[in-house]
């Protein structure tokens, strides 16, 4: 987690405002690498790794590590553009396997209270990029970090390596579970929590990849640009487990409710407060939601797929990707339009708050049909 989506997917967020490029570049090469984990999450879907998935999470773990290593070689921009598509690609190959394998055993030995420990390397990398990216820069310029981080990505790659082998239990989807997960798709919340978390990839992603550079264009603030990523770090790293322990309180609806509020807030609070306290403490709260919003939202459907969640999840997978494709590059057109990142911000909360919109009819209609286990589950399905 820590190498391909702290590092190989998330770098980019912090290296991006000392690369030199114009805005609509930077939105193209982040919007090529989330269609690269889009596809790269399809692929493990549509052809069946499971067999010898320890040996392809290891192939793409290394080609993951060597397309973030290239970035700072070459110059080429049309190699930049297939290095990020392949980093992305990698990078969903290598969560699916990881998770497949981590979670199962997890599972297995009724160790399921990790699962967000796990999903937190997320934001250690995170943390850690923030830590590297200007030690590297001070050393050879933003070509160094990317140099850099490849090769603290290769450091870190052995642990993987002696420790990661194939689960035992790779279970096929029988009959009955098709059927169960056609019944699944009826449920009148289902559709509603695909536009919901399709709106999420969308809003969160904007902040996400340009966060830093939007930092750095505010004159007073450019000082804090860096440590604005840090603090997204530091609240993502505990974030799953916060926001698990909260749904097993409340419920994952509600909790959903709470976590779509505080990321529009958090997307906003710079343009509210232009200072020191308004970036960190909007930072904090994106970085406190949106791997939260992700383990809620697939908990929430794992609990409504009793028989198997595989195919749903699939579903969300899907949308949330494409979403990730969309905002950057309308970021970049509303950026390019209006000169600065206000309106791409402004923007972003608004569809987080419409993301919250679908949640919210999605439920009532749910609540008015009769289906119980809208706001409520047992807690023993939170698994990011």
Same mark, same amino acid.
């Given at each position: 987690?820590?190498? =391909?989506?702290?590092?190989?997917?998330?770098?980019?967020?912090?290296?991006?405002?000392?690369?030199?490029?114009?805005?609509?570049?930077?939105?193209?090469?982040?919007?090529?690498?989330?269609?690269?984990?889009?596809?790269?999450?399809?692929? =493990?879907?549509?052809?069946?790794?499971?067999?010898?998935?320890?040996? +392809?999470?290891? /192939?793409? *773990?290394?080609?993951?590590?060597?397309?973030?290593?290239?970035?700072?070689?070459?110059?080429?921009?049309?190699?930049?553009?297939?290095?990020?598509?392949?980093? #992305?690609?990698?990078? $969903? =190959?290598?969560?699916?396997?990881?998770?497949?394998?981590?979670?199962?055993?997890?599972?297995?030995?009724?160790?399921?209270?990790?699962?967000?420990?796990?999903?937190?390397?997320?934001? /250690?990398?995170?943390?850690?990029?923030?830590?590297?990216?200007?030690?590297?820069?001070?050393?050879? $310029?933003?070509?160094?970090?990317?140099? #850099?981080?490849?090769?603290?990505?290769?450091?870190?790659?052995?642990?993987?390596?002696?420790?990661?082998?194939?689960?035992?239990?790779?279970?096929?989807?029988?009959?009955?579970?098709?059927?169960?997960?056609?019944?699944?798709?009826?449920?009148?919340?289902?559709?509603?929590? &695909?536009?919901?978390?399709?709106?999420?990839?969308? #809003?969160?992603?904007?902040?996400?990849?340009?966060?830093?550079?939007?930092?750095?264009?505010?004159?007073?603030?450019?000082?804090?640009?860096?440590?604005?990523?840090?603090?997204?770090?530091?609240?993502?790293?505990?974030?799953?487990? /916060?926001?698990?322990?909260?749904?097993?309180?409340?419920?994952? &609806?509600?909790?959903?409710?709470?976590?779509?509020?505080?990321?529009?807030?958090? /997307?906003?609070?710079?343009?509210?407060?232009?200072?020191?306290?308004?970036?960190?403490?909007?930072?904090?709260?994106?970085? $406190?939601?949106?791997? $939260? !919003?992700?383990?809620?939202?697939?908990?929430?459907?794992?609990?409504?797929?009793?028989?198997?969640?595989?195919?749903?999840?699939?579903?969300?997978?899907? =949308?949330?990707?494409?979403?990730? !494709?969309?905002?950057?590059?309308?970021?970049?057109?509303?950026?390019?339009?209006? #000169?600065?990142?206000?309106?791409?911000?402004?923007?972003?909360?608004?569809?987080?708050? *419409?993301?919250?919109?679908?949640?919210?009819?999605?439920?009532?209609?749910?609540?008015?049909?009769? +289906?119980?286990?809208?706001?409520?589950?047992?807690?023993?399905?939170?698994?990011?």
């Amino acid at each position: 987690m820590i190498i =391909v989506m702290g590092i190989g997917r998330f770098a980019y967020t912090p290296i991006l405002p000392y690369m030199n490029i114009t805005k609509s570049m930077a939105g193209y090469l982040a919007s090529l690498n989330y269609l690269g984990y889009l596809a790269g999450t399809l692929f =493990v879907s549509f052809f069946n790794l499971r067999r010898y998935e320890s040996i +392809y999470l290891k /192939i793409f *773990l290394v080609l993951n590590i060597f397309t973030t290593l290239l970035m700072g070689v070459v110059s080429n921009y049309t190699f930049w553009y297939l290095l990020r598509f392949f980093s #992305g690609f990698s990078s $969903g =190959v290598v969560f699916v396997l990881v998770s497949s394998i981590v979670l199962q055993v997890l599972k297995k030995h009724n160790m399921q209270i990790f699962n967000g420990l796990f999903y937190s390397g997320v934001g /250690i990398g995170i943390f850690l990029c923030s830590i590297l990216v200007p030690f590297f820069i001070s050393i050879n $310029g933003w070509k160094g970090s990317w140099i #850099g981080l490849g090769c603290t990505s290769l450091f870190l790659s052995p642990i993987v390596f002696l420790s990661i082998r194939s689960s035992t239990e790779n279970q096929l989807l029988q009959p009955s579970e098709s059927s169960q997960i056609k019944n699944d798709k009826q449920h009148p919340l289902f559709i509603w929590l &695909i536009l919901s978390y399709g709106c999420e990839g969308i #809003g969160y992603i904007i902040t996400g990849t340009f966060l830093v550079d939007m930092v750095k264009e505010v004159p007073d603030l450019k000082h804090f640009a860096m440590l604005s990523w840090a603090f997204v770090g530091l609240a993502a790293a505990p974030s799953c487990i /916060i926001w698990s322990w909260i749904a097993n309180k409340y419920g994952d &609806i509600k909790s959903l409710y709470a976590a779509y509020l505080l990321q529009a807030a958090g /997307i906003l609070l710079p343009l509210i407060l232009p200072n020191f306290i308004g970036v960190l403490l909007g930072a904090l709260l994106f970085g $406190g939601t949106f791997m $939260g !919003i992700t383990t809620l939202t697939v908990s929430k459907v794992q609990y409504m797929s009793s028989k198997n969640s595989s195919k749903l999840i699939g579903y969300l997978t899907a =949308v949330y990707g494409l979403g990730q !494709i969309i905002g950057p590059i309308a970021a970049s057109i509303l950026t390019k339009w209006y #000169g600065n990142y206000v309106l791409a911000q402004i923007f972003a909360a608004a569809i987080i708050g *419409l993301g919250l919109l679908c949640l919210i009819i999605g439920s009532r209609k749910a609540e008015k049909e009769n +289906y119980h286990d809208v706001f409520f589950n047992d807690g023993n399905d939170l698994i990011p």
